[in-house]
């Protein structure tokens, strides 16, 4: 009997271990969501770009030098893997991937993994604005909110502050309509606009439009610029109302697939919906698991259900490779190396500084003609460069580093680096690449 009761206590030990094991893997290293298993049935267009390019096509003379700063820099901020497109007066020189996709199955990142990019979805939603006035639908000063606005909701027939009648498309883009951080970030918190708004469950895009409408504003809309993720999140219900279309279904078909772009999407926020090409994604070990943002007050990794990225979708929510992103950029960049989705006139109301100290959809547009928009959340961080002299480039990381918002600053010195030391790059533009049939 003593033999017995041994042999079972053992057996319950063993199976407490494995279950501890198994809690710290799914904890600090995979973030594992209880139906990670469904089965992912998408199917990747085989004539695109992310299903064509491969880390191969990129291996020339400077291959090496690249290889070995990007080793270094993963190696040093702690980071699982990385994505890198660089195009040379229009032309896609180089695509690239470097570490793991995913670390446990040590899958190497390509260039045609999808990852989240963050704020750099602004960029995109810009865009798309871009378009709709182009077509004449709306006006940069066309007013959102309100019987006679864009958003004619009745929950703005009656608002706590009736100059939220005066934000325009604009200030939306401009990060001017009125809103500030000084309580934090309220696209980042929807749980307080739940608590706010006396709501339960998982918030909605009506959700924040009562949030606001029963809000005071800031300042007044127009007079500075505070960064809002929140306003850009409302310029998806602006496309949705002036296209009568949803967001993403207008810009995936009336913006990207038009220019060859069929392979960004509005991402998942728990790991079952991670796309078959998807990158996973990784804080460090350290990072705390939060409430989840559905309400249910289930702990989860930040990564993986800390943050709507469905609802996030115009602010934040953008998932893509890096070459279709650098295939935006090269479309949008105001050269004459490439023809621009855009007119000229309306890629320059983008990246002018003059409107609340700020340009549309860009982050920073510097007076040497550098243009720069990044983007950073729990496990990724996205930067996008469009330099005048020709040579510009996309880099997104699938991890979180302590450095946090400041790691683009980083990659921005590693990039500078590789442009100074790489003098000569392939003549080749993997823009145009189309494989030979077996």
């Given at each position: 009997?003593?033999?017995?009761?041994?042999?079972?206590?053992?057996?319950?030990?063993?199976?407490?271990?494995?279950?501890?094991?198994?809690?710290i893997?799914?904890?600090?290293?995979v973030?594992l969501?209880?139906?990670?298993?469904k089965?992912h049935?998408?199917?990747?267009?085989?004539?695109?770009?992310?299903?064509?390019?491969?880390n191969?096509?990129?291996?020339?003379?400077?291959?090496?030098?690249?290889?070995?700063?990007?080793?270094?820099?993963?190696?040093?901020?702690?980071?699982?893997?990385?994505?890198?497109?660089i195009?040379?007066?229009?032309?896609?020189?180089?695509?690239?991937?470097?570490?793991y996709?995913?670390?446990?199955a040590?899958?190497?990142?390509?260039?045609?993994?999808?990852?989240?990019?963050?704020?750099?979805?602004?960029?995109?939603?810009?865009?798309?604005i871009?378009?709709?006035v182009?077509?004449?639908?709306i006006?940069?000063?066309?007013?959102?909110?309100?019987?006679?606005?864009?958003?004619?909701?009745?929950?703005?027939?009656?608002?706590?502050?009736?100059?939220?009648y005066?934000?325009?498309?604009?200030?939306?883009?401009?990060?001017a309509?009125?809103?500030?951080?000084?309580?934090g970030?309220?696209a980042?918190?929807?749980?307080i606009?739940?608590?706010?708004?006396?709501?339960?469950?998982?918030?909605?895009?009506?959700?924040?439009?009562?949030?606001v409408a029963?809000?005071?504003?800031?300042?007044?809309?127009?007079?500075r610029s505070?960064?809002?993720?929140?306003?850009?999140m409302?310029?998806?219900?602006?496309?949705?109302?002036?296209?009568?279309?949803?967001?993403?279904?207008?810009?995936?078909?009336?913006?990207?697939?038009?220019?060859?772009?069929?392979?960004?999407?509005?991402?998942?926020?728990?790991?079952?919906?991670?796309?078959?090409?998807?990158?996973?994604y990784?804080?460090?070990?350290?990072?705390?698991?939060?409430?989840?943002?559905?309400g249910?007050?289930?702990?989860?990794?930040?990564?993986?259900?800390?943050?709507?990225?469905?609802?996030?979708?115009s602010?934040?929510?953008?998932?893509?490779?890096?070459?279709?992103?650098?295939?935006?950029?090269?479309?949008?960049?105001?050269?004459?190396?490439?023809?621009d989705m855009?007119?000229?006139s309306?890629?320059?109301?983008?990246t002018e500084?003059?409107?609340?100290?700020?340009?549309?959809?860009?982050?920073?547009?510097k007076?040497?003609?550098?243009?720069?928009?990044?983007?950073?959340?729990?496990?990724?961080?996205?930067i996008?460069?469009?330099?005048?002299?020709?040579?510009?480039w996309?880099?997104?990381?699938?991890?979180?580093?302590?450095?946090?918002?400041?790691?683009?600053?980083?990659?921005?010195?590693?990039?500078?680096?590789?442009?100074?030391?790489?003098?000569?790059w392939?003549?080749?533009?993997?823009?145009?690449?189309?494989?030979?049939?077996?």
């Amino acid at each position: 009997m003593l033999n017995f009761i041994k042999t079972h206590i053992c057996t319950i030990n063993l199976f407490r271990n494995l279950l501890i094991f198994l809690l710290i893997v799914s904890r600090c290293t995979v973030h594992l969501d209880p139906s990670e298993l469904k089965i992912h049935t998408e199917e990747l267009d085989t004539k695109s770009l992310n299903s064509n390019i491969t880390n191969s096509l990129s291996e020339f003379s400077g291959s090496k030098f690249i290889k070995k700063e990007v080793d270094e820099f993963l190696q040093q901020w702690n980071l699982a893997g990385l994505t890198m497109s660089i195009v040379k007066d229009g032309k896609l020189v180089y695509a690239h991937g470097f570490g793991y996709a995913d670390v446990i199955a040590k899958e190497q990142v390509t260039p045609g993994n999808l990852f989240r990019i963050a704020s750099v979805s602004k960029l995109i939603t810009a865009v798309a604005i871009m378009k709709l006035v182009e077509k004449k639908s709306i006006s940069l000063d066309s007013k959102v909110f309100g019987p006679n606005a864009i958003l004619k909701d009745q929950v703005f027939n009656t608002v706590a502050d009736k100059r939220i009648y005066n934000i325009t498309v604009r200030h939306l883009l401009a990060h001017a309509g009125g809103w500030s951080l000084s309580y934090g970030d309220p696209a980042f918190n929807s749980l307080i606009v739940l608590e706010k708004t006396g709501e339960t469950g998982a918030a909605t895009m009506d959700s924040y439009c009562r949030f606001v409408a029963s809000r005071r504003l800031h300042f007044e809309p127009g007079t500075r610029s505070s960064y809002s993720n929140m306003g850009y999140m409302f310029l998806a219900n602006v496309i949705a109302a002036v296209s009568g279309r949803s967001y993403e279904d207008f810009i995936r078909n009336e913006v990207l697939k038009p220019v060859g772009i069929s392979d960004m999407h509005i991402g998942k926020s728990y790991l079952s919906g991670r796309r078959f090409n998807e990158v996973k994604y990784y804080e460090s070990e350290e990072s705390p698991m939060i409430p989840a943002f559905d309400g249910s007050g289930t702990l989860v990794p930040k990564p993986y259900g800390g943050n709507p990225i469905e609802l996030l979708s115009s602010a934040g929510g953008w998932i893509s490779s890096s070459v279709e992103l650098a295939k935006l950029m090269a479309m949008i960049d105001g050269s004459r190396t490439f023809p621009d989705m855009l007119p000229q006139s309306l890629i320059n109301q983008m990246t002018e500084n003059k409107f609340f100290r700020g340009p549309l959809g860009w982050k920073i547009v510097k007076d040497n003609g550098d243009w720069i928009r990044t983007g950073s959340m729990a496990g990724t961080s996205a930067i996008l460069k469009r330099q005048s002299n020709g040579f510009s480039w996309v880099v997104i990381i699938n991890s979180s580093s302590w450095k946090g918002p400041r790691l683009p600053a980083y990659v921005n010195y590693m990039m500078g680096k590789i442009e100074k030391s790489v003098t000569i790059w392939p003549k080749q533009d993997l823009f145009k690449f189309i494989p030979k049939k077996l």
